[in-house]
Every structure is written in structure tokens, then in C-alpha cells.
């Protein structure tokens, strides 16, 4: 690369750095307070929350990479012709092509960053995710802790809390044990504590009664009692989740299966297929929008007005390759063997980036000017 390449480059990289940080921070904002309310509200702890963000993050860097490239070229184009250096570039010989090449390298740089989260990172977080999010599904803490509900933590037990107190004393706490079909029992208890140990959660009943149905017979048993524990960690030991899902598996997996990887995710061979040129179609995307965007800016020649026509239609141009994907997703997701559509995307930016290029290439014809006849008076 020339100087002048490496001039452009860094301009470019420098600018991505901070509108990649800008996006990226808008959208986690976005899905932070979702996970705030979903999961400190119903009693887990910060930690989770981090936990939880940090596992977000590489969905969403992969989601405003593309735009953040395409931010880049278009804002350092609109720089470089609004303090005259793309005039001087072009002065000295430089074609729109030759110009284009620094940003071309950029494109392949955005499209390494882009493979390794969508064949890696993001896959392996998905996963992650998921096993976290089903041991907090599965957390006693968590769904006990909603007064005035009745819950079901497990198949055949029903827990039902009238208050908490800001001691964190359960008040007017049911629970129906059905899980034996023998004997049917109820719990009743003015107040209860829920305590951890080291084989699970245990629940402390205080004043309440004790009813047991026996069902051979029909008899019915009563006990009262002053403070009795009932263990609900033998009840609702966490289970691993055993259903995966082809997001979940890393490209390489996903292109050369073993019979276990079938098994555990499931899926055909074409269903594999279908995600492994979706995963491709990104990287090919994000390799475009900034070519895409900087060659827009390259038509027509320096205005005092600005280049906000030019940047209009990259934007147009840019929203034409995405309506153009997602009207064809359809199509590959009902017919496999169309899956050269799942590329819709980045062929619609390559062939408009083409098309600009020879437009930009071709020599602008002068406006004739028409110079006024003034008189001379003598």
C-alpha cells in the first residue's frame, strides 16, 4: 500500500473505532434494561446481570459492525472532499478505483473481525447464554420470590406466598405436595424463611398445619406443628439442558458433523448447510457496506453545498441491499437449494459499488457557461 493508502486506512480505522463503540453502546444500553428488569428484579444479583451483559456482547457487535463500517467510509469520504484532499488525490492522477483501494482493505479487515464472531465467539456465547439462562429458570429463589402468585417450581408442587416483609419473612405461605399419588399433602404456615445450605435451598415452615390425604382409604391427617423444614433442594435439583440449537455450534462443526453433534443439535444436513451460508452471507455483507459507502461519495465533484445528495443515495443504496435480503430469506428458508440467496445482500453492494465506480470513472462533461456581453461605454 502507498502513503497515501495507509493515510486513508487509518482515518477510516479510527473513525470505525468510534462509531463501532457508539452503536455497541446504544444497543447494549437497550438490552441492558431488559435484562435489568428481568433479572434483578426478580432477585438475582449484579453479578448475573454483568454475566449476562458480557454474554450479549458479541451478538451485538456482530449485529452494528456492518453499519458501523458503513458510517466510517461515508464520514471520512464526506472529510476528505469537504476539506479539498479528495480533489487534490484526484488532481494528481488518482482514479476513483485507485481511491478506493485503501477502503477495500478495510473491507477485509471489518470481514475478519465479522468471521470470527459470527464462526466463533458468537455461537459459543449463545450457548453459554442459554445454559445460564435455563439454571436461572431453574432457580427456587427466583420464582418462590413473587408474592400473590401461585407457582409451580416442579411437576406436581404448588407454592403460594401472600407477602414478603422487608426482612425478608414469607408470610401466609401454601404448599401442596401431589407428586406421591398415594398421599396428597398440604402445607400451611403463618410465616416461613427460605434458607440456603449446601444441598439446595430448604424452606422453614413456622405455625401452621400439616395435611396429609391418603388416598387408598380417604383419610385424612392433620399435624400441627411450630417450625418444620421442607427441602426443596432434593425437589428441584437444576437438571443441564440437554436441547442445543444449530446457532450454538461453531461453523467449523456446523461444515464437517460428527454423528454425536447430529444427535445433540439435530437437524439435517441441509438445515446445517442453511446456517453455514447465513453465518458466510454476513461476512460477505460487512465486507461491502464500506466500499459501498465511499464509492457513493466519489460522483460528481466538489460542492460548497456539501455531499448530501451523494451520502442520501449510499444510504438508499444501502437500505436497497437489506430490503433485497430480507425479501429473499424466505425463499432459501423454504427451499433450501436457493441458498445462493442467503448472498443477496453483499451481490446487491458489489454490483451497485461496481456500477458507481464506472459512473465515477467516466469524464464529466463541462457545463457550458454563458458569459455576458458587456458594452463598452466610451
Known amino acids: 500500500m502507498s502513503r497515501l493508502d495507509r493515510y486513508i486506512l487509518w482515518q477510516i480505522l479510527a473513525v470505525f473505532g468510534f462509531f463501532s463503540l457508539v452503536l455497541v453502546g446504544v444497543y447494549w444500553i437497550n438490552r441492558a434494561a431488559i435484562l435489568f428488569d428481568t433479572l434483578v428484579a426478580d432477585g438475582e444479583g449484579v453479578g448475573v446481570f454483568v454475566e449476562f451483559s458480557l454474554l450479549t456482547l458479541p451478538n451485538v457487535i456482530r449485529l452494528v459492525l456492518p453499519y458501523a463500517a458503513f458510517a466510517a467510509a ?5 472529510r476528505l472532499s469537504n476539506e479539498s484532499e479528495r480533489v487534490v488525490m484526484q488532481s494528481t492522477g488518482f482514479s476513483p478505483v485507485q ?28 450457548g453459554e447464554l442459554a445454559d445460564r439462562s435455563a439454571q436461572i429458570a431453574q432457580n427456587v429463589t427466583t420464582r418462590l420470590l413473587k408474592p400473590g402468585t401461585f407457582q409451580h417450581p416442579a411437576p406436581g408442587l404448588t407454592v403460594f406466598i401472600g407477602a ?6 414469607l408470610e401466609n405461605v401454601f404448599l401442596s405436595d401431589m407428586r406421591a399419588p398415594t398421599n396428597q399433602t398440604t402445607f400451611t404456615a403463618r410465616q416461613a424463611l427460605l434458607t440456603p445450605s449446601s444441598t439446595g435451598p430448604k424452606l422453614i415452615l413456622l405455625n401452621g398445619f400439616a395435611q396429609t390425604l391418603r388416598a387408598p382409604d380417604g383419610r385424612l391427617f392433620t399435624t400441627s406443628f411450630s417450625d418444620m423444614t421442607y427441602d426443596l433442594g432434593a425437589i428441584l435439583a437444576v437438571a443441564p439442558r440437554t436441547d442445543r440449537r444449530l446457532a450454538e455450534m461453531a461453523t467449523p462443526r456446523l461444515m464437517f458433523p460428527k454423528a454425536a453433534d447430529l444427535a445433540r443439535f439435530g437437524g439435517t444436513s441441509s438445515e446445517l448447510w442453511q446456517e453455514v451460508h447465513a453465518r458466510f452471507s454476513q461476512v460477505s455483507f460487512a465486507a461491502v457496506t464500506g466500499i459501498l459507502g465511499f464509492s457513493a461519495l466519489l460522483l460528481g465533484g466538489f460542492s460548497r ?8 443515495g449510499a444510504i438508499a443504496l444501502l437500505v436497497l441491499c437489506q430490503l433485497g435480503g430480507n425479501a429473499t430469506r424466505s425463499l432459501v428458508l423454504k427451499d433450501p437449494s436457493l441458498w445462493i440467496l442467503h448472498y443477496t445482500p453483499a451481490i446487491l453492494g458489489a454490483v451497485c459499488t461496481i456500477g458507481v465506480l464506472w459512473l465515477a470513472r467516466r469524464p464529466q462533461s463541462p457545463t457550458p457557461q454563458t458569459i455576458p456581453n458587456k458594452g463598452l461605454a466610451i
Request: aromatic share 8%.
Open 164 to 169: 414478603i416483609t422487608p426482612e425478608g419473612q
Open 305 to 312: 453545498f456539501g455531499l448530501w445528495r451523494q451520502i442520501s
Open 99 to 126: 481511491l478506493c483501494r485503501p477502503v477495500l482493505a478495510f473491507g477485509v479487515i471489518v470481514a475478519l473481525l465479522m468471521s470470527v464472531l459470527v464462526h466463533v465467539l458468537v455461537p459459543v456465547s449463545r
Open 74 to 78: 461515508v464520514f471520512v469520504g464526506n
